[in-house]
């Protein structure tokens, strides 16, 4: 390969926002709108077009044989929907004491989900508590403890209507803190963190039944973008042009610690812990930038050095981490800010732009 030829990735700011031009981040899983105007588009009957468009995209040439891959699909679906049923109602309980060697590694998992809901769980009580209004506490209460209820109803339900229903809740549960009396004497700032409570709490709990379910594709997927990410072991620094001085051992160090975010946030449970990871790893990106250059850096340089670190990091089950974002995140966090801006910048660039597209270009500079 050339040395002197370089791989041109850029984007223009435009192309990360929601393309109803509202002004906030779409999304490729909602068809590149917000999530506004994407459950504007479903209330108005747009969906099925969409569906139809994208499934002729995604169609197999003729003659390919995929009757056989639909079937161990459907399969497999069919096979694992009463295990996810089961383990929706299991989740919200302790798990009984057993003698088998797989049942006691499941088990140790289901211990390790009780004990970060505990403390989520204790943490939110005494926010409560802190706030010293009766009324919101036993509101909060009640509302959280229905939709707990509902969810351990849901237990065959496809990923989506569980993603529905939870973002159904945020939009009610926000609107009623905006609407009712009791919730008047609470500053704005401790309505925002009383949402974020919610968010935590509620998704600790659901994580271990709804992140990479097996009833839909992620699985495959995360080990796909695996594969890919390996396979491109041999792009560097040099030819992604990324603006980040090697030489540096503190610039080094700066990348090393984005490397670790990247991967460590595969290991929270709830989205806004997931997005706070993202935000850290971007964050230290952006200092590498400043340091390499002495100067700050541009979202144009950034983004280069993200596809490096995380070429770097190949982080583990990232196509179900962002599916998971996406499906469960409060859609507010997604839409604007700094967490909504690198959370798209990941997956629009990268998993969208690069990982289709690198290989076409590469050999054109090959």
Not at 283 to 294: D, M, W
């Amino acid at each position: 390969m050339s040395s002197n030829k370089r791989l041109a990735i850029k984007i223009d700011g435009s192309d990360l926002l929601c393309k109803n031009g509202c002004g906030y981040y779409g999304n490729p899983a909602w068809h590149g709108f917000c999530s506004k105007c994407w459950r504007d588009v479903k209330s108005a009957g747009g969906l099925h077009q969409l569906q139809e468009d994208e499934a002729a995209k995604k169609r197999l040439p003729p003659g390919t044989n995929d009757a056989a891959g639909n079937s161990k699909l459907e399969e497999k679906k069919k096979n694992l929907s009463e295990k996810r049923k089961h383990s929706v109602k299991s989740i919200f309980k302790k798990s009984p004491v057993v003698g088998s060697e797989t049942v006691a590694k499941k088990d140790r998992l289901t211990r390790r989900s009780n004990a970060e809901s505990q403390q989520i769980g204790g943490e939110f009580a005494d926010f409560l508590r802190n706030l010293g209004n009766q009324e919101v506490v036993l509101d909060i209460s009640k509302n959280v403890k229905a939709i707990i209820e509902k969810l351990q109803t849901m237990g065959d339900s496809p990923i989506e209507d569980f993603s529905e229903f939870v973002i159904n809740f945020y939009q009610a549960i926000g609107d009623r803190m905006h609407s009712k009396a009791i919730y008047k004497s609470i500053p704005s700032d401790k309505i925002c963190q009383l949402m974020d409570y919610i968010e935590k709490y509620l998704m600790t709990r659901l994580h271990p039944v709804v992140f990479c379910p097996a009833t839909t594709d992620d699985e495959e997927r995360d080990l796909a973008t695996q594969t890919r990410i390996r396979s491109l072991h041999w792009i560097n620094i040099h030819l992604l042009d990324a603006a980040i001085d090697e030489t540096q051992p503190e610039v080094l160090d700066l990348v090393d610690h984005a490397i670790t975010a990247i991967i460590e946030f595969n290991s929270k449970p709830s989205p806004q812990d997931k997005l706070d990871y993202i935000v850290k790893c971007s964050k230290f990106i952006f200092e590498a930038l400043r340091k390499s250059k002495n100067a700050p850096a541009s979202a144009d340089e950034f983004l280069p050095a993200l596809i490096y670190v995380v070429l770097k990091a190949n982080p583990p089950l990232l196509q179900s981490n962002i599916q998971y974002i996406t499906r469960f995140a409060n859609p507010n966090r997604l839409m604007s800010g700094e967490a909504g801006y690198y959370f798209t910048n990941l997956v629009r660039t990268f998993i969208v732009l690069f990982l289709e597209m690198i290989l076409l270009r590469a050999l054109r500079v090959i």
